[in-house]
T-cell receptor, first 109, second 114 residues
Framework: GIQVEQSPPDLILQEGANSTLRCNFSDSVNNLQWFHQNPWGQLINLFYIPSGTKQNGRLSATTVATERYSLLYISSSQTTDSGVYFCAVERTGGFKTIFGAGTRLFVKA | SQTIHQWPATLVQPVGSPLSLECTVEGTSNPNLYWYRQAAGRGLQLLFYSVGIGQISSEVPQNLSASRPQDRQFILSSKKLLLSDSGFYLC?????????????FGAGSRLTVL
């Protein structure tokens, strides 16, 4: 099956710093999403981005489908950004969405 | 607007007891429905998905089963729980005729098997 690798696995930031999270995938996809899981376990969809670039406030994401990777940018990080960020992909022609292992982010005040 | 409900939110069960987790979606029809499990500190593992009533696809052999008795209801069950069934269970739905299979998750059910 398709492999999804996220890096780094853990990240500690000082409040106000910027960061880039990476997601590599092993096969062509027709769907890529970024999620944030808060400390209570709730998963929130951040972006649906099978290709191109999107921005939402301090967050932006870019997917280069031909090179099989996606990047999530967090600017001016805040303590509320803490949690786990997941990349999830759906292989072309399928219904199954497969998750990476996540990047655990902690933002210090 | 669409909403997804999961219950119970938390449960503690003895080994060998049965399990039933329920998920319902409101405000849409014929959604794709999913059950994921998250072990402590790890990523999400797809357990089951369903594209219609009575249609269940299983992703991993295990001690669990799923059923979809109604269009917007998805149930995860076990006849006899194992210690390894402990985890955080998440239900999700998606629907987009254009093929953008965007997942929306419920709040999750945290299961501890003792």
């Amino acid at each position: 099956g398709i492999q999804v690798e996220q890096s780094p696995p853990d990240l500690i930031l000082q409040e106000g710093a910027n960061s880039t999270l990476r997601c590599n995938f092993s096969d062509s996809v027709n769907n890529l999403q970024w999620f944030h899981q808060n400390p209570w376990g709730q998963l929130i969809n951040l972006f649906y981005i099978p290709s191109g670039t999107k921005q939402n406030g301090r967050l932006s994401a870019t997917t280069v489908a031909t090179e099989r990777y996606s990047l999530l940018y967090i600017s001016s990080s805040q303590t509320t950004d803490s949690g786990v960020y997941f990349c999830a992909v759906e292989r072309t022609g399928g219904f199954k969405t497969i998750f990476g292992a996540g990047t655990r982010l902690f933002v210090k005040a | 607007s669409q909403t997804i409900h999961q219950w119970p939110a938390t449960l503690v069960q003895p080994v060998g007891s049965p399990l039933s987790l329920e998920c319902t979606v409101e405000g849409t029809s014929n959604p794709n429905l999913y059950w994921y499990r998250q072990a402590a500190g790890r990523g999400l593992q797809l357990l089951f998905y369903s594209v219609g009533i009575g249609q269940i696809s299983s992703e991993v052999p295990q001690n669990l089963s799923a059923s979809r008795p109604q269009d917007r209801q998805f149930i995860l069950s076990s006849k006899k729980l194992l210690l390894s069934d402990s985890g955080f269970y998440l239900c999700a739905w998606s629907q987009d005729p254009s093929g953008a299979n965007v997942l929306t998750f419920g709040a999750g059910s945290r299961l501890t098997v003792l």
